[in-house]
């Protein structure tokens, strides 16, 4: 009987344990468009994982978790996995919803149903801050700053929350910056742009500014988040002055160095008016970057309104959290 060819890709890679596309063409002797062709629906069907960027690109395996338990989860608490938990495994797998659920629980010897319970209290709990999708920031703000030149200051998730980690936007958010991944960028856009966009109709926003980024990366995550929202809203010029010495705002521990470095390195390079800006960062710390853009902003008398500061994630008390992005 004639074996199928995925069934072959499938048997080779168990016995060399990872392969290129190009092994499988030699092995196979068929076309690399047949094999690319097999090789995405194998990938589709969680059969296997693909690591690395052309021209070095592996597929490997994913390792089938036993059924060790009988998982019984709440439909409303399953359909709530599925829509905000993620993880990315050590070896840079994508594991979302309740696949990747289980994958953490087994990870950490914890029982599943039991487990998805406190997933869902804890989430409540966290919850309970938003309005709507957006999370009030201005409380933690007029308790760390003396002045806010913000008139709103919101997230549109925390960034990690207790016991469980990082959160589905906390944990796109890392892997995208640190892995300088435009997929995950595109990924996380396509999370948020909707909770962008209605924050913009809502607040009558007509000027858009990004907080620009401290260290210079091959793929910068601003630049791609500005890129891929493509908001109908003109921009608001903000730039970060090279001072001799580049010191990044997450590795200075103490607030008061925090608000030097981002009133001393950021200018507002705009003349034009506005009504309402709004001011989009990936990760509110401590937040003296926004409140300090928005310090600029009022010198400069270029906006009559609002002004709004808007990150992806925020923390939930403190700053230091969030010094790993």
């Avoid at 009987?1 to 995925?6: E, G, L, P, Q, Y």
């Avoid at 938003?130 to 201005?138: E, R, T, V, Y």
């Avoid at 910068?220 to 891929?228: C, T, V, Y």
Wanted: proline share 4%; net charge positive.
């Amino acid at each position: 009987m004639k074996t199928d060819t995925a069934d072959r890709i499938v048997e080779y890679i168990k016995r060399k344990g990872r392969t290129t596309p190009r092994e499988l063409v030699a092995y196979l002797s068929i076309s690399p468009q047949a094999v690319f062709k097999h090789l995405r629906k194998l990938v589709d069907s969680n059969v296997l994982y693909k690591t690395g960027r052309p021209p070095a690109v592996y597929y490997s395996l994913i390792e089938k978790e036993p059924d060790v338990e009988d998982i019984t989860i709440n439909p409303d608490i399953e359909k709530t996995i599925e829509s905000n938990f993620l993880v990315i495994t050590p070896s840079g797998e994508y594991r979302a919803g309740l696949e990747g659920f289980v994958y953490w629980c087994r990870k950490f010897n914890l029982p599943v149903s039991k487990t998805a319970q406190e997933y869902g209290r804890t989430l409540e709990k966290y919850n309970a801050c938003k309005s709507g999708n957006l999370i009030n920031g201005m409380d933690k703000f007029r308790s760390t700053f003396e002045t806010v030149h913000l008139d709103h200051v919101c997230y549109l998730d925390f960034y990690a929350i207790e016991r469980f980690g990082k959160t589905k936007l906390g944990q796109l958010l890392l892997s995208a910056k640190q892995g300088q991944d435009r997929g995950l960028i595109r990924l996380l856009t396509e999370e948020i742009k909707p909770g962008i966009d209605s924050l913009i109709q809502e607040y009558e926003i007509d000027g858009v500014g990004y907080i620009p980024p401290t260290i210079k990366r091959e793929i910068q995550f601003m630049k791609e988040l500005k890129r891929n929202l493509n908001l109908n809203v003109k921009e608001v010029s903000i730039i970060k002055l090279k001072p001799p010495v580049i010191v990044a705002q997450k590795s200075l521990s103490k607030l008061e160095d925090r608000i030097e470095n981002a009133r001393n390195t950021i200018v507002v390079n705009e003349e034009r008016h506005f009504r309402n800006i709004l001011l989009i960062d990936d990760a509110v710390g401590s937040g003296a970057t926004l409140n300090e853009t928005a310090a600029r902003i009022r010198e400069k008398k270029i906006c009559s309104g609002r002004i709004t500061g808007l990150a992806v994630t925020g923390s939930f008390k403190g700053f230091d959290v969030i010094s790993e992005i």
